[in-house]
Structure formats: structure tokens, C-alpha cells
């Protein structure tokens, strides 16, 4: 692997991205147009409502990227839309409509919409609650908004359950794959320049690099989300797949916590800040402002193991089958030879690291000096936070 720029997600890709998290590659974009359309012919030419309007509202309303969010959606709707005209009729009939009548229907139908859990639709039983009690002298228009609400959401329904469904599951390996192969460039650009000894000048950049990857596991979870919402109605096999890249970016997400402690682990070794990774209570004092101590010896090396790891591992992501045994065994020899890099270069730094309670022992302090150091008043990244 060279070492090459890091590779940046541009705009257009992260505009790319949020469109096909929320619209689905177009699908959920086309579903909701020909429900919409659907319902207002149905709605106005073969039954002859006289205000078909609230039926492709409705429609629009319900549409949602996979089959399985709609279906669940549209019966959150349809249970809002019936339970608000009844309550809206039942306390225009005893209250009659007045000020404290939409007082009374708004908090009920929160609450109600709230305690039978009905999600982005938790409003629905108030609002159409005081829609029917506003138009409580319009005989019937409790039952037009059911009729034509309730058109609008089975169409809406049926429409997403029989037009094809995007690739979620393709879009959810590509994220996952193009991540963790730029885990992978950043490992080996560490690698690159602890190898030719411009480390020093390059870790700062490592850092930011590190959050930006952490940053963008949630178009992976999403895209990941989606995929597993779209394989809920469908085949053993597609379900297998989405679990296995569940799994993935939970492992992604544990990785990318480990990348920003690497990066930051080499960036104070080079005590840019002016201070030592410990004892903040004096950073004045010359004698805690030592020379930048040198790289651990191997540590290049070990780097470039895992880089190549990862980059198989990124392989690995992008396939829609089950991997064969032999690309498995394949990752087990790269894990095994980095785990033996590991661990030379480990003890020849101290042949304590070869007892794990003293390794886990020095993780433990570590994390409490990064807690100082973050909760540092005068000297700590986020001093604007204790003005």
C-alpha cells in the first residue's frame, strides 16, 4: 500500500449519501409519486369522493424508504386518524366546540398518541381531533377524513410492498466497505510516515483524520438500518446478510475509537501542546516539558499489518456472499501475523506487556488521564466549556 493523500468524502457523495439514506436511490421518490396519483384517481373517478384532496396527502404522508416502514407508518396513521375522530366527535357531541373542548382533545390525543406509541405520529390523534370538533357542523366530515385518510394510507401500502425495493443491502455493504478501506489508508499513511520519520509533522493531521472516520459511521449505521428494515420481509438469506453487516459496523465503530487513541496516543509523544500526557496541574514548569520522545521501534511495521488486514477485511465487506473459507483463512494468517508484530514489538518496549493485568492496569490510567486532560479548565481542549 502507498501512502497517498488521505482520501476525503466529498460533497457530492455526502449529498449522495443523504439522499439515498432518506429517498432511497429514487425508489422512495417513485413509490410515493404513484401512490399519490393512485390515490387521488381512485379517490375522485371511481369512488367519487367530493373532496378527494386527503387521499394522496395521505399517501405522501406514509411514504418511506423500505416496505416495512411504510407498512408501519401507515398503521400508525390510520390508528391516529380513526382514534382523533372519535375522540373530536365524542367531545363536540357532549362539550360542543369552544376553547376549552380544543384545551381538553389537544391533551388528551398527546397523551393517548404517546402512551399507544405511535412514533411520528403521535400528533395525529389531537389534530384531527380538533379538525373534527372545528368542523362539527359540517355533517360527515368525520367520516370523509377517515374514508379518504385511510384510502390514501392503502394505497400508499400496497404500493410499497409490490414496486421493487432498493438495493438497501448493496448501498449498506458499499458504505461499510468504502469506510473501512479508509481506515485502512490512514493506518498505512502512519505506517508511511513513521517509516521515513516525518511522524512528527503528520500527527496532528492523523487526529483529525481519526474523528472525521468516527464521524461517518452514521451514514454506515443508517444505510445499515435501512438495510435491515428492508430485509424484514424477505428471504432467510438477505436477513443473514444484513446481520453480518450489523456486526460489521459495530466492529467498525470499535475500531474507530482505537484509530483516534493510536492517533492521539502518537500526536502527544510529540507534545505539540507544550505539555506531557500527564500532570496538568503545573504547565509552567520547564521540567515537565521534555524533548518528543521517539516513536516506539516496530510500531511502522505493526501499522502496516493492520493496514493490510483492514484492507481485506474492506474486501471482505464489499462481497454479497458469504465469504469462502479460503478469503477466512486468509484474514486469520494477516491477524496472526499482526498479532505476533504486536506483541515483539510490545516487549521490546517493556517485558511488562507481557502481563496482561499490567497492560490493562496502564489502559485503565490512561483513560483517566484523557478524562483529566479533556476536563482541564485552563489548558484542556474545550476551555469555553467552564466559562
Not at 382514534?83 to 367531545?91: E, P, S, T
Request: with cysteine; glycine share 10%; charged share 20%.
Amino acid at each position: 500500500m502507498s501512502g497517498s493523500p488521505h482520501p476525503t468524502v466529498s460533497a457530492p457523495r455526502r449529498l449522495a449519501a443523504r439522499a439515498a439514506a432518506g429517498l432511497g436511490d429514487g425508489n422512495t421518490l417513485l413509490k410515493t409519486v404513484i401512490a399519490a396519483t393512485l390515490s387521488w384517481w381512485i379517490a375522485a373517478d371511481l369512488i367519487d369522493l367530493p373532496q378527494p384532496v386527503l387521499a394522496p396527502v395521505g399517501a405522501i404522508l406514509v411514504a418511506q424508504a423500505t416496505a416495512y416502514a411504510t407498512a408501519r407508518k401507515s398503521f400508525q396513521r390510520a390508528a391516529g386518524i380513526v382514534g382523533g375522530v372519535l375522540l373530536g366527535a365524542a367531545a363536540a357531541a357532549l362539550v360542543g366546540a369552544g376553547l376549552a373542548t380544543v384545551f381538553l382533545v389537544t391533551l388528551i390525543g398527546m397523551v393517548a398518541g404517546r402512551l399507544l406509541r405511535l412514533g411520528s405520529q403521535t400528533h395525529q390523534i389531537a389534530m384531527t381531533a380538533v379538525l373534527v370538533v372545528g368542523s362539527s357542523e359540517q355533517l360527515g366530515y368525520g367520516t370523509a377524513r377517515i374514508e379518504e385518510n385511510v384510502l390514501g394510507v392503502l394505497v400508499g401500502t400496497a404500493v410499497a410492498l409490490f414496486v421493487p425495493t432498493a438495493g438497501f443491502t448493496r448501498r449498506a455493504r458499499e458504505e461499510t466497505s468504502r469506510l473501512t478501506r479508509d481506515m485502512a489508508a490512514l493506518l498505512d499513511a502512519m505506517s508511511q510516515g513513521l517509516a521515513d520519520g516525518t511522524w512528527t509533522g503528520e500527527a496532528g493531521d492523523w487526529v483529525r483524520r481519526a474523528r472525521g472516520l468516527s464521524s461517518r459511521l452514521d451514514l454506515v449505521r443508517s444505510a445499515v438500518r435501512q438495510a435491515h428494515e428492508a430485509a424484514r420481509w424477505r428471504t432467510r438469506t438477505g436477513a443473514e446478510a444484513v446481520a453480518r453487516l450489523a456486526e460489521a459496523s459495530a466492529a467498525l465503530e470499535h475500531v474507530s475509537h482505537q484509530l483516534r487513541g493510536i492517533a492521539r496516543g502518537l500526536y502527544n509523544l510529540t507534545f505539540r501542546e507544550g505539555r506531557p500526557p500527564a500532570l496538568h496541574w503545573d504547565q509552567r514548569d520547564p521540567v515537565l516539558r521534555p524533548e518528543p520522545a521517539p516513536a516506539p521501534a516496530g510500531l511502522d511495521a505493526l501499522l502496516g499489518d493492520l493496514a493490510r488486514l483492514v484492507t481485506e477485511i474492506a474486501d471482505h465487506h464489499i462481497a454479497a456472499e458469504r465469504p469462502a473459507e479460503d478469503r477466512r483463512e486468509r484474514l486469520r494468517h494477516l491477524q496472526g501475523g499482526a498479532e505476533a508484530r504486536f506483541l515483539a514489538t510490545a516487549l521490546a518496549q517493556s517485558p511488562a506487556y507481557g502481563q496482561w493485568r499490567v497492560l490493562c492496569t496502564a489502559g485503565i490510567l490512561e483513560d483517566a488521564r484523557k478524562v483529566l486532560h479533556e476536563l482541564d479548565l485552563d489548558h484542556g481542549p474545550h476551555p469555553s466549556a467552564f466559562r
